[in-house]
């Protein structure tokens, strides 16, 4: 196996990159791709067909919804959750109310943010803690509040402009 697997870890998919470290109670569906040198924290969900890029960081608690894609060198903080039905129903719900969801590369999303579907963040964007995304974010955009709004520029660092 060149990745790391805690024992307490569910890993399904056959699709993980070399040097990624995935640690306790995570569960990777069938399906899902998971890059190079990813760090998956505790407790995190990443569903069937979720792709992930090279050195992304999950920290702990994070779920991950089909129809996610997760470009290189993104952030994403405790607690993120990513939705992927516009029109959530017990009873009615199907893979194609699916509405899929682009982090570029680079980008970093704050603890306890959520990320309503069918946007993208796009490369280098900051999303500040506890935020609710439901537009677009531009390449170097702070953005943070419910509903997330335009706060300023970031450098590729992450530094506010």
Known sequence: MAFFK???????S???GEGTKIW???HVRDGAEIGCDCVIGKSVYIDADVMIGDRVKIQNFVSV?????IEDDVFIGPSVTFTNDLYPRADSWDTCKIIPTMVKRGASIGAN???VCGITIEECAMIGAGSVVTRDVPPFTLVYGNPAKVQGRVERDGVKV
């Open 113 to 115: 943010s959520t990320i």
């Open 6 to 12: 805690d024992p307490t870890a569910i890993v399904e």
């Open 65 to 69: 919804y089909r129809g996610v894609q």
């Open 24 to 26: 306790h109670f995570v």
């Open 14 to 16: 056959k699709k993980i």
